[in-house]
């Protein structure tokens, strides 16, 4: 819809032009630049999901090394409670992961 407003706009612009009616010029700059706008807008809106997206799989990413550390700690310790713990850690992960990166794919087609 931006685009067509855009689009619009400037020809509204130039015909207005064109004939000497400022008017028509006048509201056609100012069509084309609100669509501009709205053009800017969404694509900043779009970089922001897909920064909060990347931010998640670092931070499921970071939980899955915790978990792999955890579980070698507690294997090398013989604390069977810790390993047990870390494998926890990177199942949770590792599912976090899958979700975070179908969201990212999804922010990714909705340009």
């Known amino acids: 819809m931006d685009y067509i407003n855009r689009a619009t706009g400037a020809t509204k612009e130039q015909i207005g032009k064109a004939l000497g009616n400022?008017?028509?010029?006048?509201?056609?700059?100012?069509?084309?630049?609100?669509?501009?706008?709205?053009?800017?807008?969404?694509?900043?809106?779009?970089?922001?999901?897909?920064?909060?997206?990347?931010?998640?799989q670092a931070?499921?990413?970071?939980?899955?090394?915790?978990?792999?550390?955890?579980?070698?700690?507690?294997?090398a310790f013989g604390s069977q409670q810790t390993a047990n713990q870390g494998r926890m850690e990177q199942a949770e992960a590792s599912v976090k992961e899958a979700v975070h990166g179908q969201e990212k794919g999804l922010h990714g087609n909705l340009k």
Do not use: P
Request: hydrophobic share 25%; aromatic share 0%.
């Open 22 to 56: 400022e008017e028509l010029e006048a509201k056609g700059h100012t069509q084309r630049a609100q669509a501009i706008g709205e053009q800017q807008i969404k694509s900043a809106e779009h970089a922001t999901e897909q920064g909060k997206c990347a931010l998640n």
């Open 59 to 75: 931070g499921d990413k970071a939980k899955n090394l915790g978990g792999q550390a955890k579980e070698q700690v507690g294997e």
